[in-house]
């Protein structure tokens, strides 16, 4: 099982990223996929979820300037980020979820400067 995330990187705050997770090994479908983040010294977080059906949750300090989205003929679920702003800077996480089974992606940088 693999998921690989890509698409952070360095932006001016302001600015735009897309992240994408793309999963193998698993039947993406059945899964619920989430975006976490963790700052340094802090515990991961839950960004962003959609759920088999297509519904979202996102976190508090994200709504209304992410938004997560999935292609399952892709196996992939990508994270838009807008409006970004330095307390965005992470590390981004990847996760799959379903049953007792979950799994994690190694995490993609994110840096937004000032």
């Known amino acids: 099982v693999q998921l690989v995330e890509s698409g952070g990187g360095l932006v001016q705050a302001g600015g735009s990223l897309r992240l994408f997770c793309e999963a193998s090994g698993i039947a993406f479908s059945v899964y619920t996929m989430d975006w976490y983040r963790q700052h340094p010294g802090k515990q991961r977080e839950l960004v962003a979820r959609?759920?088999?059906?297509?519904?979202?949750v996102y976190g508090d300090s994200v709504k209304g300037r992410f938004t997560i989205s999935r292609d399952n003929a892709k196996n992939t679920v990508y994270l838009q980020m807008n409006s970004l702003n330095p307390e965005d800077t992470a590390v981004y996480y990847c996760h799959a979820r379903w049953l007792t089974n979950e799994y994690w992606g190694q995490g993609t940088q994110v840096t937004v400067s000032s």
């Open positions: 959609i759920t088999t059906g297509g519904s979202t």
